[in-house]
């Protein structure tokens, strides 16, 4: 089966909540992927609980005739902090924050959060044998699960993007391959 993970588009910066919706950019991000997906079969589209997630998800299973399903399995593991700040905004407004975090100073049990992801998301490879499948979640979530395809330590070791799409196809037997990761032609033409 393939398995098709889509970041959450941008969210609103939220110092009251670790659950904001999509800032006007995200919505538009979301309705690019929607669009850049359009022509592909998809079988059923998951989201994690996240608000972000989910109006990420919302485009594209309107125009393919699904319901979302929510799994809080692959909601990220800031869920609970209190406060939302994107990555490139730590990034630029607290240098030295983002650069704990990149170096797994996070303060998240990243092995923890690892094994409820992998439990999600084999638990929807296994539910839906050859079949395509669409998962909206977030970057924390494409980390671990890329990292057990790889079989690598569980980490934080990548960026992707705000509505980029990861490919993976998942074998009956166990085995699993990356397709593409961060594919984002389809924000070619936003405006920075």
């Not at 490879?125 to 050859?130: D, F, L, W």
Request: charged share 25%; hydrophobic share 45%.
């Amino acid at each position: 089966m393939e398995l098709i993970l889509i970041r959450h588009g941008l969210p609103e910066r939220r110092h009251d909540t670790s659950n904001p919706p999509l800032a006007a950019k995200g919505l538009d991000q979301a309705h690019r992927v929607a669009a850049w997906l359009a022509d592909e079969k998809v079988d059923a589209v998951f989201a994690s609980t996240m608000l972000r997630a989910i109006q990420t998800a919302e485009p594209f299973a309107a125009q393919a005739g699904h319901v979302v399903t929510q799994h809080d399995g692959i909601a990220e593991y800031d869920r609970d902090s209190g406060r939302y700040v994107p990555m490139e905004e730590l990034k630029r407004d607290n240098y030295e924050a983002w650069l704990a975090m990149a170096q797994g100073n996070h303060g998240v049990d990243i092995a923890g959060f690892h094994a409820t992801v992998v439990a999600a998301l084999e638990e929807i490879v296994e539910s839906h044998p050859g079949k395509r499948v669409a998962v909206f979640c977030h970057g924390g979530v494409i980390n671990v699960w890329t990292a057990h395809v790889l079989s690598m330590t569980p980490r934080l070791f990548f960026e992707p993007d705000y509505t980029s799409i990861h490919r993976f196809m998942c074998a009956r037997s166990g085995q699993r391959n990356v397709v593409s990761l961060n594919e984002r032609a389809h924000l070619r033409e936003m405006a920075e």
